[in-house]
Structure formats: structure tokens, C-alpha cells
Nanobody, 120 residues
Framework: QVQLVESGGGLVQAGGSLRLSCAASGTIFNENAMGWYRQAPGKERDLVATIRAGYTHYVDSVKGRFTIFRDNNTVYLQMNSLKPEDTAVYYC?????????????????WGQGTQVTVSS
């Protein structure tokens, strides 16, 4: 079982910065993929960034502004040059993938979410 606890959200003016943290506890492996999603009011939950074995992926809208990195069992999202359209609840996620009888399975875990509000 895995527990994820996010922190670091808040209110910031456009152009400002925030750093989100997500502390994972339980059975964690270095090869687990971790990442951040966000959900704005009335919209679906969308991928923001992921990290796995040192490799990172970002959606186009945050490239050059956001940085994801991991230190042991904590994953961070450094957000710079924030825009009002970045306003959302940000969720941390961890995926534990494994093979069983030649079939690949994955268990996805989610944090409770942290609100990020960017004022114009």
C-alpha cells in the first residue's frame, strides 16, 4: 500500500513561483513512475509532468516553466512563471507496474490534491 501527501499549494500572482511536494510512504521502488496531474473547475484531470528512472516528461503548456524532480520518496514540482490558466487542484500520483503470468498490471495511487491559484 502507498500513501501520498501533497503540500506547497497556495495563492500567487501571475509570474510568481510555487514548489509542490509529494511525500510517498509505503512500498516504494525507484522504478515507480511518479507525476503530477491537475484539474481545473469544470474540466478533466490532465497530466502535467512525470518522472521515472530519471527521465522526465512534460505537457507542452508547462515546458520551460515547470520542473519535476525526485529525491528519494518525495517528488517535487517547481513551478515558475505561473499563469492564471495554471490555476487548478494539483494531484500527485504514483504508478506501480508489475508483470504476473506474462500480463502487465499497474496500481495507481493518488494524493488528496493541493490547490494552486494564480491571480492576474
Amino acid at each position: 500500500q502507498v500513501q501520498l501527501v501533497e503540500s506547497g499549494g497556495g495563492l500567487v500572482q501571475a509570474g510568481g513561483s510555487l514548489r509542490l511536494s509529494c511525500a510517498a510512504s509505503g512500498t516504494i521502488f525507484n522504478e515507480n513512475a511518479m507525476g503530477w496531474y491537475r484539474q481545473a473547475p469544470g474540466k478533466e484531470r490532465d497530466l502535467v509532468a512525470t518522472i521515472r528512472a530519471g527521465y522526465t516528461h512534460y505537457v507542452d503548456s508547462v515546458k520551460g516553466r515547470f520542473t519535476i524532480f525526485r529525491d528519494n520518496n518525495t517528488v517535487y514540482l517547481q513551478m515558475n512563471s505561473l499563469k492564471p490558466e495554471d490555476t487548478a487542484v494539483y494531484y500527485c500520483t504514483l504508478r506501480h507496474g508489475y508483470w504476473r503470468d506474462s500480463i502487465y498490471y499497474s496500481d495507481d495511487y493518488w494524493g488528496q490534491g493541493t490547490q494552486v491559484t494564480v491571480s492576474s
